[in-house]
């Protein structure tokens, strides 16, 4: 893949972002390691508002060459970087944001209005991770399955402790024959979030900054451990964000956000949390 740019013409239609809010949120001294390091992996929930600001100031500071994005697929960024997006509503649009199912696009705004740099796509579509399930994790990533070690089985222990963490995400409503897939299809979207990292780092020389849920980020099992694989010498930072000091994972720093009001999303499986 070719990189790929979020249009400058988007950018200078949308106000900058609001430096004053943000003045304050990161520490200097993790901004400082942040501008040390090659990868700079910005975790989040993606729902909270504050998260992206966060990242917005990060990516100001690190000045990335690319930015990896967990919510974009790579048909995605090569639609991007082929049509000019004159306005967010296009941006949405170019994307396909509103099918994708995650948060408003205007939560992310402040982020794509920082980083005026290449855009690379990581995400596993639905019907791609569909698939997988039914086909096998590892056949998803071809060749390179086994270059990311997800041919490899987990130790029995850290089997179990993804699929309780699984089983807890999903409220205790999963059948337990479903939890090893829901691992094995974490473990494959980390992998294709270090692949587009590793192609990112290579075609436009990195820093490179990555937009990702907590989950993937965490160093103790996450892109992390992908990336000291296959790449150790890379200077990896990695930052979580958490709410009123709740966070799961190994991290270089955390940073503390007030949790957002939310239904409960347990209601979707038809339990009250």
Same mark, same amino acid.
């Given at each position: 893949m070719k990189p790929l740019a979020i249009l400058a013409a988007f950018l200078l239609l949308v106000a900058a972002p609001d430096r004053g809010r943000?003045?304050?949120?990161?520490?200097?001294?993790?901004?400082?390691d942040m501008q040390a390091a090659d990868i700079v992996i910005l975790g989040e929930i993606h729902d909270n508002p504050q998260h992206h600001l966060v990242q917005a100031q990060a990516i100001e500071a690190i000045a990335p060459t690319a930015v990896v994005w967990e919510m974009v697929t790579e048909e995605g960024a090569q639609r991007l970087a082929q049509k000019a997006a004159t306005n967010p509503e296009e941006l949405s649009r170019?994307?396909?944001? &509103?099918e994708s199912g995650w948060p408003p696009l205007s939560m992310y705004f402040p982020v794509f209005q920082a980083a005026n740099v290449p855009v690379y796509g990581a995400m596993v579509p639905r019907v791609a991770a569909r698939k997988a399930m039914e086909r096998g994790a590892a056949t998803a990533l071809g060749a390179d399955a086994a270059r990311y070690g997800l041919t490899v089985p987990l130790s029995d222990e850290d089997q179990a402790a993804r699929e309780a963490d699984q089983l807890a995400a999903h409220c205790n409503a999963l059948p337990a024959e479903a939890l090893p897939q829901m691992v094995a299809i974490q473990r494959l979207r980390d992998a294709v979030l270090a692949r587009a990292i590793l192609r990112a780092a290579d075609e436009t020389g990195g820093p490179v900054a990555v937009i990702t849920g907590?989950?993937? &980020?965490?160093?103790?099992?996450?892109i992390p451990t992908f990336l000291s694989r296959l790449r150790p010498g890379l200077k990896v930072f990695v930052l979580g964000q958490s709410e009123d000091g709740v966070i799961?994972?190994?991290?270089?720093?955390?940073?503390?956000?007030?949790?957002?009001e939310r239904e409960d999303p347990c209601k979707a499986f038809g339990v009250q949390n």
């Open positions: 943000t003045a304050e949120l990161i520490p200097d001294d993790t901004l400082t170019i994307l396909q944001w &509103a907590n989950g993937h &980020a965490r160093k103790d099992r996450g799961d994972g190994d991290f270089d720093a955390v940073i503390d956000s007030p949790a957002v």
